[in-house]
């Protein structure tokens, strides 16, 4: 396995100031705070008004060449791979720094997540999660791809281009294959001192962590394969809710599991590793979560989305239908946000928890279900442990899942009274909260719900 994850927190740094001394000369230019333009406000920033909880949202355009990647020998599924830097291409991106105002309210620790672009336009996830702000902890979203800034070749692409043309005309990345290198470039602006006085207002994070969802995980996870290797620069990387349903490729444009210290939390998630095999076991620097009865895109998880997409005026890629899994990842996601920085600073590991049960009949995955008809294992929130629904993370081959509401019988079977449902909710909640899987304010959530909640009727 490579230094990082051994020894990374402490080891690293070794490297860092070797590392640094060369990078600094290639550090991208930094402009910014950037303003004006048709809207007025950077595409996909932070739903509401930031200044309230205490923090500053500031858009940056960094210009620079980033290297290509090629592979040497295979990219094989161990995730040991071998990658050597090619030629360089012209580029010039945004990234959107999120940090508290009050530094002394500060971390110490830095997410950069690697923003998805699957629906052709920008979206954040992580950013999204409100235990980052709550914790003080600076968020940076990185615009990493071409369709993210040119959009998708179709009759109305929702790119950078077209959204502000005044504002990010100049924006500019030729191919996805040297995304890589300007994730390492925004890395690289983020740990050092003269980047930290640009674009973090002289914050000095300890704790740099590569984190993306979906096909952002993807790229985290290829990145942590092949790139962390040669460039050292982040302390850990999170790749969540990754279907692991593609082989190795070359171009690192679809990548693959490997050995990295990970989160990977949905059920839906769980039905493709069991299909696939690809399930790891825990290492004394690796984490490997499943969230039972989660799917890709669920309700509250997409709720949220659209307050963001209606704001910025772009087409949702779907229709929000009560009936997807009612179960969220993002707040398990959430938590460990907060986890692993306290893995490296304290070596105080996060649980392992249970796989979800499953096996496979031929190639099709099967999940072994309780009489409640929730899968057993997994990362259990309070949805899950006190049940008014069977939640299914994966059906067919749909990322959403689906919510089938208990009878009427049967609720008041399980829960002889409302007040006796909701006393169990506060129960499993303050559980889940103790065994770190949900942050406090989740707790709150958790309650609110079953309070609001007409069970049994
Ligand atoms: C955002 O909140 C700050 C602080 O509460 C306030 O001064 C400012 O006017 C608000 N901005 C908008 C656009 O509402
Ligand atoms: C900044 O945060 C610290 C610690 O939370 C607090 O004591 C201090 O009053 C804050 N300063 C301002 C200007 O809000
Ligand atoms: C942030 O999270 C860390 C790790 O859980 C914790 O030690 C710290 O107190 C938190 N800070 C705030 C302001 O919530
Ligand atoms: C990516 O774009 C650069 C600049 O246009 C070009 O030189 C390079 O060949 C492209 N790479 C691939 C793999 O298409
Ligand atoms: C939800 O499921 C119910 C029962 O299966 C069905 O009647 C209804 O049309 C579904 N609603 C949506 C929005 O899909
Ligand atoms: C396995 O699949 C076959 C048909 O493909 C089906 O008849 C059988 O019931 C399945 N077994 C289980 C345990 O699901
Ligand atoms: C991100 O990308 C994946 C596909 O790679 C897509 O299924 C998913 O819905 C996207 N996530 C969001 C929230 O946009």
């Not at 858009?59 to 980033?66: D, I, K, S, V």
């Not at 071409?146 to 005309?169: E, K």
């Not at 998630?269 to 989660?294: C, H, K, M, N």
Request: proline residues 8%; neutral net charge.
């Amino acid at each position: 396995m490579k230094p990082f994850l051994l020894f990374f927190g402490i080891i690293p740094l070794a490297f860092a100031s070797i590392n640094d001394r060369k990078d600094e000369c290639r550090l991208p230019k930094v402009e910014g705070p950037i303003s004006g333009g048709q809207k007025g406000y950077p595409f996909a920033s932070f739903y509401g008004n930031i200044s309230e909880i205490g923090y500053i949202e500031e858009e940056f355009f960094l210009t620079g060449n980033a290297k290509e990647y090629e592979q040497i020998g295979d990219l094989g599924l161990d995730g040991k791979w071998d990658l050597k830097p090619t030629k360089s291409s012209y580029y010039k991106t945004r990234i959107l720094v999120r940090r508290p105002k009050n530094h002394s309210r500060f971390s110490g620790v830095a997410l950069l997540e690697w923003i998805n672009v699957s629906f052709g336009y920008e979206v954040t996830f992580g950013g999204d999660a409100p235990g980052i702000y709550q914790n003080g902890s600076v968020y940076v979203l990185v615009s990493a791809q071409r369709v993210g800034v040119s959009g998708l070749d179709i009759p109305n692409p929702q790119g950078l281009h077209q959204w502000d043309p005044d504002r990010y005309g100049s924006l500019t990345i030729p191919n996805d294959t040297v995304s890589y290198d300007i994730y390492t470039q925004v890395a690289r602006i983020i740990k050092s001192p003269q980047g930290q006085a640009k674009v973090l207002g002289g914050l000095s994070p300890d704790i740099v962590v590569a984190v993306g969802g979906s096909q952002s995980g993807s790229r985290v996870l290829a990145y942590t394969n092949g790139i962390q290797p040669l460039t050292n620069v982040f302390d850990a990387t999170m790749p969540y809710y990754l279907p692991d349903k593609q082989p190795p490729s070359l171009l690192i444009t679809h990548p693959l599991q490997s050995k990295p210290r990970r989160f990977r939390p949905c059920e839906l998630e769980a039905s493709y590793t069991i299909l696939f095999g690809t399930r790891q076991p825990d290492t004394a620097y690796f984490r490997y979560w499943e969230v039972a009865g989660a799917s890709h895109v669920n309700v509250p998880l997409y709720e949220t989305l659209l307050l963001t997409l209606n704001r910025d005026g772009v087409v949702p890629p779907e229709q929000l239908s009560l009936n997807w899994s009612q179960v969220n990842w993002l707040p398990v996601v959430d938590a460990a946000f907060r986890l692993l920085p306290a893995w490296i600073k304290h070596h105080s590991p996060p649980s392992p928890m249970p796989l979800i049960e499953g096996f496979l009949n031929g190639t099709i995955p099967i999940l072994n279900r309780a009489a409640d008809g929730n899968v057993i294992g997994g990362v259990r929130l309070p949805e899950i442990t006190v049940p008014i629904a069977q939640y299914v993370g994966l059906v067919g081959i749909g990322l959403n899942g689906a919510t089938n509401a208990y009878s009427e019988e049967k609720l008041k079977d399980l829960y002889h009274t409302h007040e006796d449902y909701v006393k169990r909710v506060v129960g499993a909640s303050i559980k889940a909260y103790g065994k770190g899987i949900i942050l406090d304010y989740q707790v709150a959530i958790e309650v609110q719900r079953a309070t609001a909640a007409h069970v049994p009727h």
